[in-house]
């Protein structure tokens, strides 16, 4: 089996930073892309950020230009977003998504962290 886990949330004040880090672990083959979410209180999830194997950066709207998401050079399976100038409204559950492909069956499958919260006070 494969687990993502999310660590890095927390409390902070609008304008400051903070790097949330999410680790994959078990009988990965090779991970496709990596990506966070978000979910705000009474929100639909959304796309944050995502990365491909080939280091391809996506983001939405949103969050360009303040948030960057990266992977770990020497650890491919692990995947950070970098988030400046914090707002307000940036205050959700943040979610580690990725597409692996499976060792045991080398099929692609989908899997999520169990998320951790990022507050900005105003």
């Known amino acids: 089996q494969v687990q993502l886990v999310e660590s890095g949330g927390g409390l902070v004040q609008a304008g400051g930073s903070l790097r949330l880090s999410c680790a994959a672990s078990g009988s990965i083959f090779t991970i496709r892309t990596m990506n966070w979410y978000r979910q705000a209180p009474g929100k639909q999830r959304e796309l944050v950020a995502g990365i491909t194997s080939g280091d391809i950066t996506n983001y939405a709207d949103s969050v360009k230009g303040r948030f960057a998401i990266s992977r770990d050079n020497a650890k491919n399976t692990v995947v950070y977003l970098q988030m400046n100038s914090l707002k307000a409204e940036d205050t959700a559950v943040y979610y580690c998504?990725?597409?692996?492909?499976?060792?045991?069956?080398?099929?692609?499958?989908?899997?999520w962290g169990q998320g951790t919260q990022v507050t900005v006070s105003s």
């Open positions: 998504n990725a597409d692996i492909i499976v060792s045991s069956t080398l099929w692609p499958e989908d899997y």
